[in-house]
């Protein structure tokens, strides 16, 4: 909580120091320590990945960094028990696509020459067909017409007459179905031969669903190895391997290289706070005092967080969250959110 300066100015003390009497009207507030830019607590995918409905709850298969650790934005931090499913499943995403391309190639490329060359041996054969059908019928009427007129002359039976007709009639259809096999053959080898645009489109869609795959695949690959969000130091892990990652996520992150004050100051005092003022921090975990310069001055009034250890002091006060920039960092680098007292130095 923040202290009024009614409660400091009123508290007995001793004589006071050269330093005291230079701050009596410094602002004064108690508040915390923690690294540049928050603590960030790095957790696994959310339930919007396709892989944690599949695959459930995940746990840490490795933990790749321990605490106090140095890590990197983008570096690997830990890798979920998913991961090798997922890995499985890449790979055969990765098969289709290539089986997908081979299909869309031979389709570009048309038929083989072998299915060609086949065909075309049918067309042959059918037109050689239906040339000795059409020879065939050709004899068969002139027959016909021969016995025609032998049977008007008296010279054949009705009968004989007949038969000839009936071979011709017979001849004449054998013909025509000949010529409609041939057609049918020649149709053939066309379509065979003949790279259809529909037929490209179709493999080439398939190609593009496959890559599609491909790269959700990927992105789920990715998303079991958690990788750290920025440049900074593992402050605390919360999962261990074979654990399951909780609301608390796997590891708190920080860049403690630079520390912060945040002092809860009262919020009456905030008129009198601007970015630049200098200040002191003191606390129990480190000797002396450390300078700092106010770098941001918070635009929303709540309650206190930091709790004030004199049994007489207002715990509900209404404060804003003043942070501090401190000159040197390196006594406080593992003290986050060790409660110190701030002394702002007014204008």
Do not use: C
């Not at 701050?23 to 690294?35: K, Q, W």
Request: net charge neutral; charged share 25%; no cysteine.
């Amino acid at each position: 909580m923040a202290l009024r300066p009614s409660q400091t100015s009123q508290t007995p003390t001793a004589s006071p120091s050269p330093t005291e009497a230079v701050n009596e009207n410094a602002i004064t507030a108690l508040g915390r320590l923690e690294p540049e830019g928050e603590v960030i607590k790095v957790a696994a995918p959310s339930s919007g990945g396709s892989a944690t409905p599949i695959f459930g709850t995940p746990r840490i298969a490795r933990l790749l960094v321990k605490e106090r650790a140095e890590v990197k934005a983008g570096q690997p931090i830990a890798v979920l028990d998913t991961y090798d499913r997922l890995m499985a499943a890449g790979l055969t995403a990765q098969a289709e696509v290539q089986e997908a391309q081979t299909r869309l190639a031979q389709v570009q490329a048309g038929a083989k020459i072998g299915d060609i060359e086949a065909q075309r041996a049918i067309v042959n054969a059918r037109l050689a067909n239906v040339e000795r059908l059409e020879s065939e019928m050709q004899t068969a009427r002139w027959e016909a017409e021969r016995y025609k007129n032998l049977f008007q002359s008296g010279a054949v039976s009705e009968q004989e007459a007949r038969n000839r007709q009936l071979k011709y009639t017979t001849a004449a259809r054998q013909f025509e179905q000949a010529k409609r096999e041939l057609e049918e053959a020649k149709n053939t080898l066309n379509s065979v031969a003949e790279v259809r645009p529909t037929d490209v489109q179709q493999a080439q869609a398939a190609v593009n669903v496959a890559v599609a795959n491909l790269q959700r695949a990927k992105a789920d690959l990715d998303a079991s190895v958690v990788r750290s969000p920025i440049n900074g130091q593992v402050i605390k892990v919360h999962t261990r391997e074979g654990e399951q990652v909780g609301s608390n996520g796997i590891v708190e992150i920080g860049n403690i290289g630079q520390m912060m004050a945040v002092a809860e100051v009262y919020e009456t005092d905030i008129p009198k706070v601007r970015k630049g003022q200098r200040a002191t921090i003191t606390g129990s975990a480190f000797p002396g005092e450390i300078s700092g310069t106010v770098d941001q001055v918070g635009l929303l009034i709540q309650k206190n967080d930091v709790l004030n250890t004199d049994p007489a002091a207002d715990t509900d006060v209404r404060v804003v969250e003043v942070r501090i920039r401190l000159d040197d960092s390196r006594l406080v680098s593992g003290l986050t959110n060790l409660q110190v007292k701030v002394k702002i130095q007014p204008d």
